[in-house]
């Protein structure tokens, strides 16, 4: 059994205070480097040396618990080999040669063998995960910074999953540019309460992202463990996650280790790479919580997994039917979905009719605008549904903005207590104690599949609060259409009348 190398002298738990004063010195550090611009840049190159750091921590101290256990990365390439030393270690043009074309080669070839399929995981990591730094001087200031941390004393990791998320906050503002949209922590939070995951069901989420819905649940299911038992199903076989891009997979991969999850299912690839009705029982789950990208568009070939008769270039749907797919049995779904999916026709029409026959839309929440400031301005909605037969009716709850306010902003962004009034309307896992009230209504289903003479279907879900003053942001093209029209026929008509006034001539 390996021993534990000595540190340098830490501190066993690292106040609040200074760890945020390393963070920040730490990437003023990073602003020097001509290799990385913007937060784009050095939030990823921070996370890639923050994972190397918190794997060797974890791999030390399972080498002293587990006699049997053989680390999934060897000298020379482990933390404590090439950073631990902050006096004698590289530094300079050989730190960054080091990085570049030992390390970083190294830990991509790695393969998993029986009993250590982590060698996969950080293969995956680090498969499109580049050393961006060209000054091997900041970049050893930035790696003794980081060898403080301490991922051993709980407090400490407590506190850096709580910074670590503000800096993925404050990288949203350029993500927008690259259309990543990430979804606010309090719409997170609320799905995932209101889908309950209980302890032995499997949670997915297909588009993970950055790990927020899969990191919320890891929370909302840690206080009902009572045994070991539970506590290794919640490590090894709760939590799933799909995630495309590499730069959110890296993130992602940070934020489950931070948060306490030691052995992450997160995969590195499209969901959506699969055809449709090859989906094995096997991937299937009891729970999808999920915000998947839309207004994107997937290749043909992606196209090619779907049906011919609901195949769209519009990501949204693609995902709405792996969704449907994947669900087992009474599983049970809540997921972001844009406005425009709910009044769409087309295939959107045939996916929304399939929904609605084949599982139980039980509520759409209806959120503010500006949820999403300041990357986007699209009006969203939140799906809830289960796969435990047809949809009778659906319920919609329309969620207030603050008073005084008409919609969200990146420095008043929308805040979990704002949830409060739905959740206690909401009447439990049953939903049996629903009303009416100025703020929630019901519909029948069959009321809102329509077929016209030639066949074509349409399924409106866009519907307003039939309690509230007419939202324009809320009516289907058609009608917001026809309403523009008819208020311009009257601004011309105004305006005529003015300028027959203006050309009378005085009496």
């Not at 040396?49 to 053989?70: A, G, H, I, P």
């Not at 008043?412 to 959740?423: D, I, S």
């Not at 939903?431 to 066949?455: I, P, Q």
Request: with cysteine; proline share 7%.
């Amino acid at each position: 059994m390996a021993k534990p190398v000595k540190r340098a002298a830490q501190p066993d738990g690292v106040p609040k205070a200074r760890l945020s004063a390393l963070i920040k010195t730490a990437r003023d550090i990073m602003r020097k480097d001509a290799g990385l611009n913007g937060d784009l840049d050095r939030i990823p190159q921070f996370s890639w040396m923050l994972f190397l750091k918190c794997f060797d921590d974890l791999e030390q101290r399972r080498e002293v618990t587990e006699k049997s256990y053989r680390p999934a990365i060897e000298a020379p390439f482990r933390w404590r080999d090439w950073a631990a030393d902050p006096v004698g270690g590289a530094t300079g043009p050989a730190l960054i040669e080091f990085a570049n074309t030992r390390l970083f080669p190294y830990l991509r070839e790695l393969k998993g063998t029986e009993g250590n399929e982590q060698r996969d995981v950080l293969a995956a990591v680090f498969k499109e995960t580049h050393n961006r730094m060209l000054s091997g001087y900041l970049l050893r200031d930035v790696v003794n910074l980081i060898h403080q941390l301490n991922f051993n004393a709980l407090d400490d990791i407590h506190i850096l999953a709580h910074l670590y998320e503000s800096m993925l906050r404050e990288m949203r503002d350029a993500a927008g540019d690259s259309g990543e949209f990430y979804t606010p922590r309090p719409v997170i939070r609320f799905i995932v309460q209101q889908v309950d995951p209980h302890l032995g069901e499997t949670v997915l989420d297909p588009a993970a992202g950055t790990g927020g819905f899969l990191v919320e649940t890891f929370e909302h299911l840690k206080p009902r463990l009572k045994t070991v038992a539970d506590r290794r199903r919640l490590q090894e076989g709760t939590l799933y996650g799909i995630e495309k891009k590499p730069m959110p997979y890296l993130l992602g991969m940070m934020n489950l280790l931070l948060h306490g999850v030691e052995r992450p299912n997160l995969r590195r690839e499209n969901a959506l790479i699969h055809p449709l009705k090859q989906i094995p029982d096997a991937a299937r789950r009891d729970i999808v919580v999920t915000n998947p990208p839309f207004g994107g568009e997937e290749e043909k070939g992606i196209q090619a997994n779907f049906p011919e008769s609901t195949r769209t270039a519009e990501t949204a749907l693609l995902f709405l039917q792996f969704i449907m797919k994947v669900l087992k049995p009474g599983g049970r779904c809540g997921m972001v979905v844009p406005n425009g999916m709910l009044f769409g026709d087309g295939v959107c029409a045939l996916v929304k009719q399939d929904l609605l026959a084949n599982f139980n839309l039980h509520t759409v929440v209806r959120l503010p605008n500006g949820v999403f400031a300041p990357y986007t301005a699209i009006t969203t909605n939140l799906l809830f549904f289960d796969r435990t037969g047809p949809t009778g009716e659906i319920w919609y709850y329309e969620v207030a903005p603050p008073a005084g306010r008409k919609n969200y902003t990146k420095t008043q962004p929308m805040r979990f207590e704002e949830f409060a009034e739905c959740q206690a309307w909401w009447g439990g896992q049953a939903r049996k104690a629903r009303t009416e009230t100025d703020r929630a209504w019901c519909v029948a289903a069959k009321d809102l599949v329509k077929t016209d003479a030639e066949g074509r279907v349409t399924v409106n879900l866009d519907l307003k609060n039939p309690h509230q003053k007419e939202d324009l942001a809320h009516l289907p093209p058609e009608e917001l259409l026809a309403d523009l029209v008819e208020k311009e026929h009257r601004i011309l008509a105004l305006l005529g009348e003015i300028q027959v006034e203006l050309g009378r001539k005085p009496e």
